[in-house]
């Protein structure tokens, strides 16, 4: 149910929920360590993507940083969903748990020291188990009125955040208003009586470089910010040491007291104003629309509305207009004083759990707490549980659902009701079975039906929904033989699980779990401030002891083998329904789902299928497939697990060359501020053959699947091990990636190496290969439009890219035999490139060089032949439009992204000034956009970069047509000139340190560092201190600089401003539904809902019914406005009583909106712009017209970063 304000670009959480997991929206999508994914649901999972005050996602500027969580750490154990949907919505339910007795809590070293009113704060823990490299302190506290809190005093942060989760969500929605908690959600963020105006909270967050979001779950709902730590810049590494109590901090200098206060406001007193509820309801509402073809969310809620309707969790979760307006207004409902009841039933501050994080003493964060959240009103509302009733009963359970998706997808979902293990934190004993059922090596299921072709992966896991209810949830991907034999791979399933039946629980698997998961957390690495206090917050709902808040949830402490017989029989065939999800089979879906309306067939299990079903669980070894079998012991668990720590006065910046010859390139760094026993190597076999054409792509692409294809039972138990590896390509040539324990490290190189050298290609599985990557691709045009937008920007703006239509056009036509052919040519001749980086010495480096080297044994290729990354350059003056119609025949969202091309990316001056413009116009451009014209749930806005090609963009995804989004977006930046010209001295250079901070934040972890030198090493700029020198040429721009830049590069009106914008069409438009409708009350509904969302965006409530009537008896048509046109006028002066003038300029603005909204897509509106915007018909043709730019160049010549020993 996410987020208030809707999708922004940037660094935000939400990509969709696949690519907030870390799932690929293409075709192999991994899932690796179901476990951990099932641990993270508290804050991703049965809830929409979250939207965010940053730019979500902005591949130019954001560097992929690891996110180790701070929730379970895990064991790869629970094997890879594959896939795209994943139903791990259904074990998404963000759990909170039980009340907490005080025998749960580790009270040694408790004392009550007295607040600010007199009044004892209950200390409940003043130690906190740890990670070995945590330098924070910690300190849980209990306020009067029973909130409960964390405080975290964190020296070396730059960032400061808190986060408060309340023990209530979705799950308490009213049954005939779902979507409510959502909502209210929503509606908190819309002003407070102590801050009332709509934006003060999140103006002062932009101003400290901060950002706020909120997500709602099925029974929490967890807001939380970021801000900067302090006004002043970071502290030196040197200066870390943890502080108790050191002198208070002045609250004018913290931006972190300020955010608080206005944070505390929302449970204390906030608003609910009235002229915001309509707003923020279409919010929901185009948030909710967003995922209307997402077979995430479709699938999601098909399994929901298929269980026991006595139990919350077939609720609709997001809500929409209609169940949050007009249906609670038919019934004579209002709808504020319900939100507001709501409110005051469900949020109370014993059900609150605050996580506070610093750079202030825990002595200091104690005293702004109880000072700022002891208001919050306690109502002792007991925690929400649901232990009384199940989600799957006897008439739920023995049930096939046969689903269609919108995606080309084939799997089945095995869903088993399962104990709720809140309680048996210490031995979890579902991540034993997890562990086993979602193998992936010799022995397993998944190695079983995928030797038989009937699979190509598989995930498990145990997922708490609620207190009191959890699902094992088994997910697996078939191919197109795994579809006609479904039957046999349950089987295949119950057979394994006999297996497990047949010893008692194995204890030397437990203790391989327990050990991995001890080194897992023992090097755990700081997330960002904001992960972390999220995650908290809603750690702290569950009965954990308070000094195991880190840990309780990532270490296996006990062995408990009567818990995991208990779990064991729950798997059992009376005991569980399958979902089986295919565009092909059976072909007969006689239903559709009320809320996506997904089609679907359910019947009953057949006698004899439960017959079979149950022979298989009870199955002797002799009775069963050999092929079946536990797993052999894990070699890759890594021993050497030393770390040489040398500590110095800065980490460098820079890697070194350590070799450098017209052969290799080696660069390496030695870990010098993570102090992790972990490597990352990233290899580069350049090469100019793998992407020349689209047919070249499409062989790489299958080559590389294959690969991975051949290795998934060797890799998988380096992966449970924490060492993994992948294989990719891109315009430079083949990439390896491997990252984890530095231990087994080479170990695992070489036989991908080998792997890579030797591939066989099998017949069989080069047929299902290439089936699973023809079917991602065509499932990645069936996207969201905002997703897919960006491969045809980059396609227009880079010189050899190619789209996923070239692809398929080759991909059905090539062999097995050309693969074979294809791949000795790309390693016969290559340039390697090797960064090495972490717990390794140089030597290690080196040796991994020669590995490599030795192993494919290359030639070397000459330097005129290595592959040049270019960009197009865009003329002066230039207005061009490319337009694209969607594949999705359901989806009705148009997308735009609007491009002003500024130069060469290695420009530092230019750098600086499209990143402060972007700064400065972010919140605008939102506000404008996305909450004054509700043009749509997703806006984004920022600098992008596409290799060298440098710009400023804004992509907006609406049901309004792209021309007329073209409009908005030129009368926003019209305007955006006189915000800069008008904005006060003191607010500037407030935005420009803001930003300064952003590019001198502290990098997290040892990935995140890896990211950043890899990144400048693949673009060939080696301009490893980039964000040193952006900060630098910030900081001397001045007001004047920027206005220059805007009425240079960005204003409308600039006759040497160049610009392209992509058009994204959707084929089912409102205004084809409206001409396909012969009920002129049909159209009357349409109409009346267009015209309501634009007067919203003027602040205008509307009476539908008053303004139906109005519309009502008039010929509506879209080929003549005049009697809507008239409609409307009489309506705004009548009925909205508005002056005649206000209500015609209403009017004459609406008709364009109105049009944007239900109007054709080939309708063309008129932009402010005075050229004429040239249509991009033949791509090819229009590059072969422009000029291409240079090739990125090192900024410094290697030899500067040369540090070569001499041969002996």
């Known amino acids: 149910m996410i987020t208030r304000r809707g999708l922004r670009a940037g660094c935000g959480r939400d990509r969709d929920i696949i690519g907030r997991l870390g799932y690929s929206t293409k075709h192999t999508v991994k899932f690796g360590r179901l476990e951990n994914l099932c641990s993270r649901v508290v804050q991703t999972l049965d809830f929409p993507p979250r939207a965010s005050k940053r730019r979500l996602f902005n591949p130019t500027w954001r560097s992929r940083q690891s996110s180790e969580a701070v929730t379970p750490a895990s064991s790869a154990s629970t094997s890879r969903l594959l896939r795209y949907h994943t139903n791990l919505l259904t074990r998404s339910t963000f759990t909170t748990t039980g009340r907490i007795s005080r025998s749960d809590i580790d009270m040694s070293g408790s004392s009550e020291p007295l607040n600010s009113l007199g009044m004892p704060v209950e200390r409940v823990a003043d130690t906190m188990e740890k990670p070995l490299l945590d330098n924070r302190a910690y300190r849980v506290i209990r306020l009067q009125n029973q909130l409960e809190a964390l405080l975290i005093h964190d020296p070396d942060t730059d960032k400061a955040s808190a986060s408060l989760d309340v023990n209530v969500g979705s799950f308490s929605d009213a049954d005939d208003m779902p979507g409510m908690a959502h909502a209210v959600e929503h509606l908190l963020f819309m002003g407070t009586e102590k801050y009332p105006a709509e934006n003060a909270y999140n103006q002062y967050l932009t101003a400290h470089s901060g950002y706020s979001n909120a997500y709602t779950a099925s029974t929490s709902t967890n807001y939380y910010f970021e801000v900067a730590a302090s006004n002043s810049p970071s502290p030196s590494r040197t200066s870390s040491q943890i502080n108790l109590s050191s002198q208070p901090t002045s609250k004018t200098d913290s931006p972190l007291y300020g955010a608080l206060d206005r944070f505390a406001q929302f449970f204390i007193k906030p608003l609910f104003l009235e002229d915001t509820v309509d707003r923020e309801l279409r919010a929901v509402d185009s948030e909710n629309k967003k995922n209307l073809q997402s077979d995430t969310w479709r699938l999601h809620q098909l399994n929901k509305s298929l269980s026991n309707p006595k139990h919350p969790y077939c609720h609709f979760s997001t809500g929409n207009y209609k169940t949050l307006h007009d249906e609670p207004l038919a019934r004579g409902v209002k709808i504020r004083d319900e939100f507001i009841k709501f409110y005051e039933k469900h949020y109370s501050a014993n059900r609150m759990k605050l996580v506070v994080l610093g750079r202030e003493s825990l002595n200091e964060l104690e005293h702004w707490v109880e000072e700022l959240f002891s208001d919050v009103k306690n109502k002792d509302l007991p925690q929400n549980r649901w232990?009384?009733?199940?989600?799957?009963?006897?008439?739920?359970?023995?049930?096939?659902?046969?689903?269609?998706?919108?995606?080309?997808?084939?799997?089945?979902?095995?869903?088993?009701?399962?104990?709720?293990?809140?309680?048996?934190?210490?031995?979890?004993?579902?991540?034993?079975?997890?562990?086993?059922?979602?193998?992936?090596?010799?022995?397993?299921?998944?190695?079983?039906?995928?030797?038989?072709?009937?699979?190509?992966?598989?995930?498990?896991?145990?997922?708490?929904?609620?207190?009191?209810?959890?699902?094992?949830?088994?997910?697996?991907?078939?191919?197109?033989?795994?579809?006609?034999?479904?039957?046999?791979?349950?089987?295949?399933?119950?057979?394994?699980?006999?297996?497990?039946?047949?010893?008692?629980?194995?204890?030397?698997?437990?203790?391989?779990?327990?050990?991995?998961?001890?080194?897992?957390?023992?090097?755990?690495?700081?997330?960002?401030?904001?992960?972390?206090?999220?995650?908290?917050?809603?750690?702290?709902?569950?009965?954990?002891?308070?000094?195991?808040?880190?840990?309780?949830?990532?270490?296996?402490?006990?062995?408990?083998?009567?818990?995991?017989?208990?779990?064991?029989?729950?798997?059992?065939?009376?005991?569980?329904?399958?979902?089986?999800?295919?565009?092909?089979?059976?072909?007969?879906?006689?239903?559709?789902?009320?809320?996506?309306?997904?089609?679907?067939?359910?019947?009953?299990?057949?006698d004899d299928l439960m017959n079979r079903l149950r022979k298989a669980a009870s199955a002797s070894p002799g009775n069963r497939p050999p092929g079946l079998h536990l797993p052999v012991r894990n070699e890759f668990i890594p021993s050497r697990l030393e770390v040489e720590r040398k500590d110095v006065s800065e980490p460098a910046k820079v890697p070194k060359l350590i070799r450098n010859d017209d052969r290799v390139r080696t660069w390496y760094k030695k870990d010098d501020q993570f102090w992790v026993p972990k490597a990352n190597l990233k290899l580069l076999l350049r090469s100019p053959l793998v992407i020349t054409t689209p047919r070249s792509a499409g062989l790489t692409q299958l080559y590389q699947a294959l690969v991975k294809d051949a290795l998934v039972e060797y890799a998988y138990a380096a992966e449970i091990a924490g060492l993994e590896y992948e294989v990719t390509s891109t315009s430079s040539g083949l990439h390896i990636t491997l990252s984890g324990y530095n231990d087994k490290m080479a170990v695992l190189l070489e036989k991908v190496l080998v792997q890579m050298r030797d591939l066989e290609v099998n017949p069989e599985r080069f047929r299902i290969v290439k089936e699973r990557l023809i079917r991602g691709h065509k499932n990645a045009e069936l996207q969201q439009p905002y997703h897919q937008v960006g491969v045809y920007t980059r396609w227009l703006t880079i010189e050899q890219v190619w789209i996923t239509e070239q692809l398929l056009a080759e991909l059905p036509?090539?062999?097995?035999?050309?693969?074979?052919?294809?791949?000795?040519?790309?390693?016969?001749?290559?340039?390697?490139?090797?960064?090495?980086?972490?717990?390794?010495?140089?030597?290690?480096?080196?040796?991994?060089?020669?590995?490599?080297?030795?192993?494919?044994?290359?030639?070397?290729?000459?330097?005129?032949?290595?592959?040049?990354?270019?960009?197009?350059?865009?003329?002066?003056?230039?207005?061009?439009?490319?337009?694209?119609?969607?594949?999705?025949?359901?989806?009705?969202?148009?997308?735009?992204?609007?491009?002003?091309?500024?130069?060469?990316?290695?420009?530092?001056?230019?750098?600086?000034?499209?990143?402060?413009?972007?700064?400065?116009?972010?919140?605008?451009?939102?506000?404008?956009?996305?909450?004054?014209?509700?043009?749509?749930?997703?806006?984004?806005?920022?600098?992008?970069?596409?290799?060298?090609?440098?710009?400023?963009?804004?992509?907006?995804?609406?049901?309004?047509?792209?021309?007329?989004?073209?409009?908005?977006?030129?009368?926003?930046?019209?305007?955006?000139?006189?915000?800069?010209?008008?904005?006060?001295?003191?607010?500037?250079?407030?935005?420009?340190?803001?930003?300064?901070?952003?590019?001198?934040?502290?990098?997290?972890?040892?990935?995140?560092?890896?990211?950043?030198?890899?990144?400048?090493?693949?673009?060939?700029?080696?301009?490893?201190?980039?964000?040193?020198?952006?900060?630098?040429?910030?900081?001397?721009?001045?007001?004047?600089?920027?206005?220059?830049?805007?009425?240079?590069?960005?204003?409308?009106?600039?006759?040497?401003?160049?610009?392209?914008?992509?058009?994204?069409?959707?084929?089912?438009?409102?205004?084809?539904?409206?001409?396909?409708?012969?009920?002129?009350?049909?159209?009357?509904?349409?109409?009346?809902?267009?015209?309501?969302?634009?007067?919203?965006?003027?602040?205008?409530?509307?009476?539908?019914?008053?303004?139906?009537?109005?519309?009502?008896?008039?010929?509506?048509?879209?080929?003549?406005?005049?009697?809507?046109?008239?409609?409307?006028?009489?309506?705004?002066?009548?009925?909205?009583?508005?002056?005649?003038?206000?209500?015609?300029?209403?009017?004459?603005?609406?008709?364009?909106?109105?049009?944007?909204?239900?109007?054709?897509?080939?309708?063309?509106?008129?932009?402010?712009?005075?050229?004429?915007?040239?249509?991009?018909?033949?791509?090819?043709?229009?590059?072969?017209g422009l000029k291409v730019d240079v090739a990125a160049q090192p900024v410094r010549p290697l030899s500067d970063f040369e540090d070569i020993e001499p041969k002996l």
């Open 387 to 606: 232990d009384n009733v199940q989600p799957l009963t006897e008439q739920e359970l023995g049930m096939q659902i046969f689903a269609k998706p919108v995606f080309h997808m084939r799997t089945l979902d095995l869903y088993f009701p399962y104990p709720d293990e809140e309680m048996l934190y210490d031995s979890q004993p579902g991540r034993y079975l997890s562990h086993l059922i979602g193998h992936e090596g010799p022995g397993s299921i998944l190695a079983f039906i995928k030797g038989r072709g009937w699979a190509n992966g598989l995930g498990a896991g145990v997922s708490p929904l609620c207190p009191g209810s959890a699902f094992f949830s088994i997910s697996i991907r078939l191919t197109e033989d795994g579809l006609k034999h479904y039957e046999e791979v349950v089987e295949t399933v119950f057979q394994y699980i006999s297996v497990l039946k047949d010893k008692p629980p194995q204890e030397w698997i437990f203790e391989e779990m327990k050990q991995m998961s001890e080194v897992n957390f023992k090097f755990r690495q700081k997330s960002p401030a904001s992960k972390t206090t999220s995650a908290l917050a809603n750690v702290m709902q569950r009965p954990l002891p308070r000094d195991h808040l880190l840990s309780g949830l990532s270490l296996l402490r006990k062995f408990h083998p009567q818990g995991i017989l208990r779990g064991l029989s729950h798997l059992r065939p009376e005991n569980f329904r399958l979902m089986l999800v295919s565009q092909e089979f059976p072909g007969d879906w006689d239903q559709k789902e009320k809320w996506y309306g997904t089609e679907y067939k359910c019947v009953k299990m057949s």
């Open 813 to 1184: 036509d090539i062999a097995e035999e050309d693969v074979r052919a294809f791949f000795p040519q790309i390693l016969r001749q290559l340039h390697i490139e090797v960064l090495a980086h972490g717990n390794l010495y140089r030597e290690d480096a080196l040796r991994f060089t020669e590995v490599v080297e030795n192993t494919l044994r290359p030639r070397k290729l000459p330097l005129d032949q290595w592959p040049v990354k270019r960009s197009m350059i865009f003329p002066p003056g230039c207005n061009y439009i490319y337009k694209r119609e969607l594949k999705d025949p359901a989806n009705v969202n148009h997308c735009i992204e609007y491009l002003l091309y500024v130069g060469n990316s290695q420009d530092r001056h230019l750098r600086a000034k499209v990143l402060l413009l972007g700064q400065i116009a972010d919140e605008p451009c939102f506000d404008q956009l996305r909450t004054k014209e509700q043009l749509g749930y997703v806006v984004f806005s920022g600098a992008t970069v596409h290799n060298t090609w440098l710009g400023y963009h804004v992509l907006v995804q609406s049901e309004r047509t792209p021309e007329y989004l073209e409009t908005r977006i030129e009368s926003f930046l019209n305007g955006l000139g006189n915000i800069i010209r008008k904005m006060p001295d003191d607010k500037f250079e407030k935005l420009k340190n803001s930003l300064i901070n952003k590019r001198l934040e502290r990098l997290k972890n040892l990935s995140s560092e890896c990211n950043r030198f890899s990144t400048h090493i693949l673009n060939e700029g080696y301009d490893f201190e980039q964000a040193d020198h952006d900060a630098a040429h910030l900081e001397p721009l001045t007001k004047e600089d920027i206005i220059k830049f805007f009425e240079r590069f960005i204003c409308p009106n600039s006759e040497r401003r160049a610009k392209l914008s992509v058009h994204l069409l959707a084929q089912n438009t409102a205004s084809s539904i409206i001409e396909n409708i012969s009920s002129e009350e049909d159209k009357n509904t349409i109409l009346t809902k267009a015209l309501s969302k634009i007067f919203a965006a003027h602040n205008i409530s509307t009476d539908s019914e008053k303004l139906a009537t109005r519309l009502r008896g008039r010929r509506l048509s879209l080929s003549d406005s005049a009697p809507i046109s008239e409609a409307a006028a009489t309506y705004l002066t009548m009925d909205a009583s508005l002056p005649a003038d206000k209500a015609r300029e209403i009017v004459q603005q609406g008709l364009v909106a109105l049009g944007g909204s239900i109007e054709r897509k080939g309708e063309n509106y008129k932009a402010t712009t005075s050229r004429a915007p040239v249509i991009i018909e033949d791509v090819h043709a229009w590059k072969a």
